[in-house]
């Protein structure tokens, strides 16, 4: 029996690794998924309030938050879904950003602020209050008003653009908010406008992607990170901690 080549034992490696890395949290995710009871359609979900965030006349402070819960349907195997909430100073009330996939696609205050998506519990990626939210606030609906994907018809789930492309860009264009969304937030890693590279404007973090398909984020908010197929592995520096493919992020 002839000896495999050199390249086919890399290629084989290659592949262990793939599975190792990528396939097997998937699947333990999608296994997690088919356990857990969940609603049977929109209709049946729970979109109420988490009770997370007070009541917005209780506090008169500025405030932003970025929130992500698992979304719906076969997607919550492996996949989230994130919007993006502010409040200006003295307001009354929570505004909240979000991309869907039906009707008008930037629905503002569409749900309450921290609701429920799909019955699942929301939980907060980034929160800032006071004068830096104050401050921050009019470049987030700077970078809303200018999202390329904001007409009808101009959402795809899978790589992108959807509703995670949408408060990622958010997140780039504003880089003092200082977060990236989780490593199930797929779509995150498709470049708007068909960009292949990316440099976020305070120079600390980088991304390069082929079409949200394949790609690398690296930097001092990404860490290292590698993407494939909407798919997120890689470990963090600044707050330590690892991706893990669908499962989502461990550590501090």
Do not use: C
Not at 132 to 158: C, D, M, N, Q, T
Not at 216 to 237: P, T
């Amino acid at each position: 029996m002839a000896e495999k080549s050199p390249s086919m034992k890399f290629i084989r490696k290659l592949l262990l690794a793939f599975a190792v890395v990528y396939l097997l949290p998937a699947l333990a995710s999608a296994g997690l998924w088919y356990l857990k009871e969940r609603p049977q359609s929109w209709h049946d979900a729970d979109w109420s309030s988490s009770g997370i965030l007070t009541e917005a006349a209780h506090g008169p402070e500025a405030a932003i938050y970025v929130f992500s819960a698992t979304t719906g349907g076969m997607k919550g195997a492996v996949a989230s879904h994130a919007w993006i909430v502010t409040k200006t100073e003295g307001a009354l009330a929570y505004d909240r950003y979000e991309k869907v996939g039906w009707g008008r696609p930037i629905r503002k205050n569409a749900y309450p602020a921290d609701g429920r998506w799909y019955s699942n519990e929301p939980r907060i990626v980034v929160a800032v209050r006071g004068e830096e939210a104050e401050r921050l606030i009019p470049r987030i609906e700077k970078a809303i008003g200018a999202y390329p994907y904001s007409s009808p018809g101009a959402y795809r789930l899978w790589p992108g653009p959807n509703s995670n492309t949408f408060i990622a860009h958010v997140l780039r264009s504003v880089p003092e908010l200082d977060a990236v969304l989780p490593p199930d937030a797929v779509g995150r890693d498709y470049l708007p406008e068909g960009k292949l590279f990316h440099v976020d404007a305070d120079g600390l973090d980088l991304h390069a992607t082929l079409y949200g398909l394949a790609g690398i984020s690296a930097g001092w908010r990404s860490g290292l990170e590698l993407h494939f197929m909407g798919l997120v592995a890689g470990f963090d520096i600044a707050r330590p901690g690892i991706k893990i493919p669908a499962l989502g992020r461990f550590g501090i």
